[in-house]
Each structure stands twice: as structure tokens, then as C-alpha cells.
């Protein structure tokens, strides 16, 4: 009986062991995070459905290159929103219209639109890009954004102005191409193309490099789908700006809220404090400013606490999985002794 009620107390301590120990453990992230050495966050992901949101943020790695599935675009960053700034970033491989070069004809140029449109797509392009013309008597016009007009014109006579750009409006179109006219008839290579990279007349590179290359890089931005998402959860803990404002205190990350495309998001951000990925439970982690060289001045008897802008030292306390492991010991030992003592009285009383 004694032996029984022992192993029973010992699985009980055990049992209270691998609770204490697992409780500050966090669901790990399974999924694969890198593609030809470019990180792919959620709510991109690569692979299981669990590893990205929804297809909309698919992301298939070929050969080591990164695709943005919806769209069959080549992706060349991914940026989660920051603070102060309003939606997250795809930075893309936007095709070149070019003619004369020796990549194309001798003809008008006209790239495959860029369509990022659909059902639930949380893509739009971001109004940092510009349309630019390269090349001698060269003008660029977008194409499929109907009834605006979006264009510009170079030329090479005295001012020598083989560059044109000129931003794309606020409105944010979701299908745009570019289409390139030579409009003096005289031979020579052109190239247009919406991009992010600003440039100058003095830097800017010849029209045949960008022939050569088939791309430029163009910004998509990006909103969290929150419609039918059950990560959702994990934002309850970040700060809702959108209804309370921005007020910074002890919190690990805020959301801005809104509708887009017909469907509602989240834009949000991890503090500053806590670098990260707020769209992962606990995924804004506290900087851990007692491991940084010359903060960790506590004593001996003392333990370093993390504050939101600096350190504290606190008294040392025993560690919780000790403390309940010890406090089992104690209990099968009392019950132990208790037992014991009256195996020892129920004895005496028969000698007696």
C-alpha cells in the first residue's frame, strides 16, 4: 500500500514538473522561412496551408527563387509594416517594355499588364513608383487605367533629357501595363517601365541595360486579411489605433484597422522595443537589454528585469519549476511521514 501511494505521489510531482516547465514554451513555426536567402514572413509562407494565411500570400520557391504564386511574380523582398507607415511591402520584378534594343523589335513596345486584382487580393500598387521613360524621343504611357491619362515624354535635343519619370496617381491602380512609342521615327534603343527606384539624368543607366535585365523593381503594398482569418486572435493583444489612437505604452505591438477590396484588415507592427512579427502569437519579443554589454549591473543576489526603456534589479527568487518540484518532495514526505506514524501508533497498539 505504501509502496503504491508512493509511485502515485511520484507521478504527481512529475506531472507538476512538465506543467510548470511547459508553460512558458510558445507554439514553434514549422514552417520553411527562406527562399534563396530571402525571408519570407508570415503571412507569406511556402509550403502546408498552415504556413501562410491564404492563397493570396502563397509563396513558391523555384529553384531557390521566390514566387508570388497569385500573381507569377519574382519576389525580391517582403517587408512587414512599420511604424508610421501604413501597409507592408512585396518588392517585385515588374516587367520592361523596350523596342530598337537587342532584346526586342524595332516596333512599338508594350509589356504584359501588371494584374494584382481579384477576389480578396490585398495587393495594391504603391504610389512610391514612378513611370519611366529611358532613351532618345521616348514616350511612355500606362496603359489599362482608363479614363486617367498617366505619361511622360523624353527628348534629346540641346537639354539633352533622355529621362522622363513621373509618379503614378494616389488612387493606386491594380492593373497597369506600359506602353512605349518612338516618337520621331529614328532608330535607337527605349525602355519604359513602372519601378520604385528613383533616378537622376546624371546616374541614370542606358535603356539597354534595362532591355538586358527584363525587369525593374516595382513596390507592391500589402494589408492583412482579417475576413476570415483565424490568426486573427493573436492581434487581440496589440493596441487598436484605429479606435483608440496612438498612445505608446507597455504594449508589444499596435494594428490599424480598415476595409480594402472587400474585404477588412490589419496593418500592424511589433514596438520598438520588441522586434518581431506581430501577426505570430507572441511573435513582438522584449529586447533583452540585461544581455546587452554594460546593463546587466545588478549584484549577485539580484535579478535583472527588463523595462520597456531600461533595466531594474529585483531580489533573487527560487525558480518556479524548483520551487514546484520542491514543494512536491515536501508533500510526498509529509505524507510519507504521516503514513508512517500511523503504521507506528496502529503497532504499538497491538503490543498494548
Same mark, same amino acid.
Given at each position: 500500500?505504501?509502496?503504491?501511494?508512493?509511485?502515485?505521489?511520484?507521478?504527481?510531482?512529475?506531472?507538476?514538473?512538465?506543467?510548470?516547465?511547459?508553460?512558458?514554451?510558445?507554439?514553434? @513555426?514549422? +514552417?520553411?522561412? *527562406?527562399?534563396?536567402?530571402?525571408?519570407?514572413?508570415? &503571412?507569406?509562407?511556402?509550403?502546408?496551408?498552415? +504556413?501562410?494565411?491564404? &492563397? #493570396?500570400?502563397? =509563396?513558391?520557391?523555384?529553384?531557390?527563387?521566390?514566387?508570388?504564386?497569385?500573381?507569377?511574380?519574382?519576389?525580391?523582398?517582403?517587408?512587414?509594416?512599420?511604424?508610421?507607415? @501604413?501597409?507592408? /511591402?512585396?518588392?517585385?520584378?515588374?516587367?520592361?517594355?523596350?523596342? !530598337?534594343?537587342?532584346?526586342?523589335?524595332?516596333? &512599338?513596345?508594350?509589356?504584359?499588364?501588371?494584374?494584382?486584382?481579384?477576389?480578396?487580393?490585398?495587393?495594391?500598387?504603391?504610389?512610391?513608383?514612378?513611370?519611366?521613360?529611358? !532613351?532618345?524621343?521616348?514616350?511612355?504611357?500606362?496603359? *489599362?487605367?482608363?479614363?486617367?491619362? $498617366?505619361?511622360?515624354?523624353?527628348? %534629346?535635343?540641346?537639354?539633352?533629357?533622355? $529621362? %522622363?519619370?513621373?509618379? $503614378?496617381?494616389? #488612387?493606386?491602380?491594380?492593373?497597369?501595363? /506600359?506602353?512605349?512609342?518612338?516618337?520621331?521615327?529614328?532608330?535607337?534603343?527605349?525602355?519604359?517601365?513602372?519601378?520604385?527606384?528613383?533616378?537622376?539624368?546624371?546616374?541614370?543607366?542606358?535603356?539597354?541595360?534595362?532591355?538586358? @535585365?527584363?525587369?525593374?523593381?516595382?513596390?507592391?503594398? #500589402?494589408?492583412? @486579411?482579417?475576413?476570415?482569418?483565424?490568426?486573427?486572435?493573436?492581434?487581440?493583444? +496589440?493596441?487598436?489605433?484605429?479606435?483608440?489612437?496612438?498612445?505608446?505604452?507597455?504594449?508589444?505591438?499596435?494594428?490599424?484597422?480598415?476595409?480594402?477590396?472587400?474585404?477588412?484588415?490589419?496593418?500592424?507592427? +511589433? *514596438?520598438?522595443?520588441?522586434?518581431?512579427?506581430?501577426?505570430?502569437?507572441?511573435?513582438?519579443?522584449?529586447?533583452?537589454?540585461?544581455?546587452?554589454?554594460?546593463?546587466?549591473?545588478?549584484?549577485?543576489?539580484?535579478?535583472?528585469?527588463?523595462?520597456?526603456?531600461?533595466?531594474?534589479?529585483?531580489?533573487?527568487?527560487?525558480?518556479? /519549476?524548483?520551487?514546484?518540484?520542491? =514543494?512536491?518532495?515536501?508533500?510526498?514526505?509529509?505524507?510519507?511521514?504521516?503514513?508512517?506514524?500511523?503504521?507506528?501508533?496502529?503497532?504499538?497498539?497491538? =503490543?498494548?
Amino acid at each position: 500500500m505504501m509502496i503504491t501511494n508512493t509511485r502515485y505521489l511520484l507521478c504527481i510531482v512529475t506531472s507538476l514538473f512538465f506543467i510548470v516547465g511547459s508553460s512558458a514554451r510558445t507554439h514553434p @513555426d514549422l +514552417c520553411n522561412r *527562406d527562399c534563396g536567402g530571402i525571408t519570407i514572413p508570415f &503571412p507569406f509562407g511556402i509550403g502546408g496551408n498552415d +504556413c501562410y494565411l491564404n &492563397p #493570396w500570400y502563397e =509563396i513558391v520557391c523555384n529553384s531557390s527563387v521566390p514566387f508570388l504564386s497569385r500573381i507569377n511574380k519574382e519576389v525580391m523582398n517582403i517587408s512587414l509594416p512599420l511604424s508610421g507607415q @501604413d501597409y507592408g /511591402v512585396v518588392l517585385i520584378k515588374g516587367s520592361v517594355s523596350s523596342s !530598337g534594343c537587342s532584346r526586342s523589335s524595332q516596333g &512599338p513596345g508594350t509589356s504584359k499588364p501588371l494584374n494584382i486584382s481579384g477576389q480578396g487580393s490585398p495587393y495594391f500598387l504603391a504610389d512610391t513608383n514612378h513611370l519611366v521613360a529611358v !532613351g532618345c524621343n521616348t514616350r511612355a504611357v500606362m496603359t *489599362d487605367i482608363q479614363p486617367q491619362i $498617366i505619361g511622360c515624354e523624353t527628348s %534629346c535635343n540641346e537639354t539633352n533629357r533622355r $529621362i %522622363c519619370q513621373t509618379r $503614378i496617381t494616389e #488612387w493606386q491602380p491594380q492593373v497597369a501595363g /506600359v506602353s512605349l512609342e518612338n516618337t520621331t521615327g529614328a532608330g535607337g534603343c527605349r525602355a519604359a517601365f513602372l519601378t520604385s527606384e528613383k533616378y537622376s539624368p546624371s546616374n541614370v543607366p542606358e535603356p539597354e541595360q534595362f532591355d538586358s @535585365d527584363g525587369y525593374a523593381a516595382v513596390e507592391l503594398g #500589402w494589408h492583412y @486579411d482579417t475576413s476570415s482569418a483565424p490568426h486573427v486572435k493573436s492581434l487581440s493583444r +496589440c493596441q487598436n489605433v484605429t479606435a483608440m489612437g496612438f498612445t505608446a505604452f507597455n504594449t508589444s505591438c499596435y494594428c490599424s484597422y480598415g476595409y480594402f477590396s472587400g474585404f477588412s484588415y490589419a496593418d500592424c507592427f +511589433c *514596438d520598438y522595443m520588441y522586434p518581431g512579427n506581430p501577426y505570430f502569437q507572441d511573435g513582438c519579443i522584449v529586447i533583452d537589454r540585461c544581455k546587452e554589454e554594460g546593463r546587466n549591473k545588478c549584484g549577485k543576489d539580484q535579478t535583472c528585469v527588463n523595462l520597456r526603456d531600461s533595466i531594474k534589479c529585483e531580489p533573487k527568487q527560487t525558480n518556479p /519549476v524548483i520551487k514546484g518540484v520542491l =514543494i512536491g518532495l515536501a508533500l510526498l514526505f509529509f505524507v510519507m511521514g504521516v503514513f508512517g506514524l500511523y503504521r507506528f501508533l496502529k503497532n504499538q497498539k497491538k =503490543i498494548y
